[in-house]
Each structure stands twice: as structure tokens, then as C-alpha cells.
């Protein structure tokens, strides 16, 4: 028979203890040592800022992308074709109407002129002379001394010449039209362009020498969508803004097109600048926004509004249930932004306790101390 051997059991230092026990351990401990769970007090209040809120003027607006264009704008073309000798303007340059601008080549016309001048010379003794001779020829007749035939032959001769000399006197007349062309002039004051030729180039009549535009003369042309044209009418403001959104200048809509751009079903709105930012252009593209209607509404700062899964929430200071003031957690419903704002279109009213600055730090019921 088999003989058994027990195998000895080795203490391995740890005990199994029922939970009851370690419960009534803790809190024999509880009792004993630190301070008591019940006894902890609230937490102090977070030192946030308020506002208190209150109704003010709000645009009913709408945003566009305006172009700005001068009322006085020419492009300049020569009226004859030949090589430009001299350019007496730079670009940036401001001019007066009739200011030289480019000189083109005039020697074939000059010569032209001169020659039409000669021969207008030649005739105009022609004519003094046939005018001489019809006036003896009338006295001679009186007196018997020559015939009638002869007399209207003399003034056959002085009416060809006087035909020929006032053709001339034309033909000198438009030369030095046409030679006065060879000077090109500025038609209008401005500021010059960018100039597209050099000396020695060729110009045609349809080459583009420069531009003169007057920035003292500015329209801001807007497309207006079609949906938004019944609003339209004359006098709505138009605020030009810069690149932060701040308005810049305020001017009346001047026209509105009667007619829509079949291209972009758009209706195009102007308004005349009566009040120029130093800083724009022609042809810049600039941030406008027509104002539609003016109303009072409320408007909080983008910092005390928070957004969660699509809802706006924000923080308002009420009396607490135990005194003082603790932050209540509102949903909104926000509308356009204003600069740094945004219009509250429901969810508060005036005369609230708005907190703007420290919301991180608070949650819905937390208590607060208005800084």
C-alpha cells in the first residue's frame, strides 16, 4: 500500500481579507484621523468678467466684392500712325488737359504742310491779281474799251481762283490738324498710366499708349444677386471695408442698373465716392456691404460664446440659491458676425448679466465672483 506524504504548506505573506472588514477599517479611520467628507465646503467662486446687456444699433447687411472705377478714365490712342521721337511723361505723372504726353515723327507732314502752304501763297497772288484786273475790265467796258465777253472772262478767271484758294486754305487747315496730331495730348487732368511704348516703336491709330485716370472721381460697382434686387433703391448705404472688416468710408448707392446681366443674373449697383480711403485704387477689388435697414438688437463678443456639437452656448450671472452669483449655461441662437461680435438673435435678453472672459474655467451652476 501506497504510502501518502503530505506536502508542507509555505506562508507567502499576504492575507485574503473579507471586504467588510476593510470597509469598517476605513471607516474606523475615517473616524478617527482627517478631516470628514461631509465637512468639505464649496469651492470659491471663478473670478470672470461681466457685462451687463443692453440693446444697440445693428446693420441688417449684406456682404460683396465691389471693383472700384474712376468716372474719368481715358485710354490713350494716337490719331496717326509713325514713330514715336520722344515720351514726355512718366507713368505716375500728374497731368492738366493738353499736356504733351508722346511726340510721333511729323516730318513727312511738316513737309506737306509747308508745300500747302506755298501753294496757297501762289494763289492767293492769283487771286489778288484777277481781282485787279476785273476791276479795270469793269472801267475799260464803261468806256467802251474792251467787250462784255472779255469782262466775264476776267471774272471767270478770279471765281476759279477764289474756288482754288479756299480749297487750299482747307487743305493747309486740315494739314496742320493732322500735324498737330503728331503731338499726342493729354484729353483730360489725371494721373498717367503705365506707358506701353518706347521710343523708336511704332504706334498705329489702334495702339494703346497709356491710361489717364482721375482718383479724384470714384465709383464702386457692385453685383447684386437677383433675389436681393426688390431691396434695392437709391441711397442705401454702401460701406467699403478693409482686409479686417472695419468700415474704411459710407457712401449712398447713386444708380441702379434697370436691366439684369444676362451672364450672372446679376443687377448692377453704383455708388459714387464722396468719401476716398487714401489707400485704395483703381480696379482694386475691396469688401462692401450693403446695408438693407438698421434695428435694435443685442450682440455678445465671439469670446463668451462657445459651440457644442453645432449649438451656441454662452454664460450669464445669476443669484445663486445660497447667495452670491453663480454662471448659468444659455443656448443661443447667433446671427452675422460684426467685427468681433455676434447678433443674438434669441436665447438672451436685456438686462442680463453676460460673462465674457474666463468661460473655460466655469461650468453650468458654477459659482462666480464678477471681477
Not at 456682404?63 to 520722344?86: M, Y
Request: one cysteine or more.
Amino acid at each position: 500500500m501506497a504510502t501518502q506524504h503530505s506536502t508542507p504548506r509555505r506562508w507567502t505573506g499576504s492575507v485574503v481579507v473579507p471586504s467588510v472588514v476593510l470597509l469598517g477599517l476605513v471607516s474606523t479611520g475615517c473616524g478617527r484621523g482627517g478631516a470628514p467628507a461631509q465637512g468639505a465646503g464649496p469651492p470659491p467662486p471663478t473670478a470672470v468678467k461681466t457685462a451687463t446687456l443692453a440693446p444697440t444699433s445693428i446693420d441688417d447687411a449684406s456682404e460683396f466684392i465691389a471693383t472700384l472705377r474712376s468716372l474719368r478714365s481715358a485710354t490713350i490712342q494716337p490719331e496717326v500712325e509713325g514713330i514715336v521721337t520722344r515720351i514726355l511723361v512718366t507713368s505716375g505723372q500728374r497731368v492738366t488737359v493738353g499736356t504733351p504726353l508722346v511726340q510721333i515723327n511729323a516730318d513727312r507732314q511738316q513737309a506737306a504742310v509747308s508745300s500747302a502752304e506755298a501753294n496757297l501763297e501762289g494763289t492767293e497772288a492769283d487771286v489778288q491779281y484777277w481781282r485787279q484786273q476785273t476791276k479795270r475790265m469793269e472801267s475799260l467796258l464803261e468806256a467802251g474799251a474792251v467787250s462784255k465777253a472779255e469782262l466775264d472772262q476776267a471774272q471767270n478767271t478770279l471765281r476759279t481762283a477764289e474756288a482754288r484758294l479756299a480749297a487750299l486754305t482747307a487743305q493747309l487747315r486740315e494739314g496742320r490738324v493732322e500735324l498737330a496730331f503728331h503731338r499726342v495730348v493729354a484729353p483730360q487732368s489725371g494721373t498717367v498710366g503705365d506707358i506701353a511704348v518706347r521710343v523708336g516703336d511704332r504706334v498705329t491709330k489702334s495702339t494703346e499708349i497709356t491710361t489717364i485716370d482721375d482718383g479724384q472721381a470714384l465709383e464702386a460697382y457692385i453685383q447684386v444677386p437677383l433675389d436681393r434686387s426688390p431691396q434695392l433703391r437709391l441711397g442705401l448705404p454702401v460701406q467699403l471695408m478693409d482686409a479686417d472688416g472695419a468700415v474704411i468710408a459710407t457712401n449712398p448707392i447713386s444708380f441702379v442698373a434697370s436691366r439684369v446681366d444676362d451672364g450672372t443674373q446679376t443687377v448692377l449697383v453704383k455708388s459714387l465716392l464722396r468719401d476716398i480711403p487714401p489707400a485704395i485704387r483703381l480696379r482694386q477689388f475691396i469688401r462692401s456691404r450693403i446695408v438693407w435697414r438698421t434695428v435694435q438688437g443685442l450682440t455678445v463678443p465671439i469670446t463668451s460664446v462657445v459651440r457644442i456639437s453645432g449649438q451656441y452656448f454662452c454664460f450669464v450671472a445669476e443669484p445663486g440659491p445660497q447667495g452670491g452669483l453663480v454662471a448659468k449655461q444659455k443656448p443661443i441662437s447667433v446671427g452675422q458676425l460684426i467685427g468681433n461680435d455676434y447678433v443674438v438673435q434669441s436665447g438672451l435678453k436685456a438686462g442680463e448679466t453676460l460673462i465674457v472672459s474666463g468661460i473655460q474655467k466655469i461650468g453650468d451652476g458654477a459659482p462666480v465672483k464678477a471681477e
